[in-house]
Nanobody
Framework: VRLVESGGGLVQPGGSLTLSCAAS????????MSWHRQVPGKGREMVAG????????NYAESVKGRFTISRNNDLDTVYLQMNNLKTEDTAVYYC????????????WGQGTQVTVSS
């Protein structure tokens, strides 16, 4: 099983980035996908989630209206479009895959750094 994030980097406040997470080794379309982030010294925070067929999404209040999660089940990839980035969005962003039926499986990517700074 692999989740490989890409697209992180340095961006100025107000800028945009799109993160991608390429999945392999499991049935991607059967998993809920989500993005989480973590800064040093703090716990991991869920940023956005999307259900198996992509018709339901949810977001942390801090990113609503600025971030958009989407997925392509033909490409086994989930995306996070981030607009109007703020310095407080600086974090390591992690991709997560989860399923609870019939058994519980949870997978994490290695993370990609996003730094918002002028």
């Amino acid at each position: 099983v692999r989740l490989v994030e890409s697209g992180g980097g340095l961006v100025q406040p107000g800028g945009s980035l799109t993160l991608s997470c390429a999945a392999s080794g499991f049935t991607f379309s059967g998993y809920t996908m989500s993005w989480h982030r973590q800064v040093p010294g703090k716990g991991r925070e869920m940023v956005a989630g999307i259900n198996q067929n992509g018709d339901f999404t949810n977001y942390a209040e801090s990113v609503k209206g600025r971030f958009t999660i989407s997925r392509n089940n033909d490409l086994d990839t989930v995306y996070l479009q981030m607009n109007n980035l703020k310095t407080e969005d600086t974090a390591v962003y992690y991709c997560n895959a989860a399923t609870w039926s019939p058994n519980r499986y949870i997978y994490w990517g290695q993370g990609t750094q996003v730094t918002v700074s002028s």
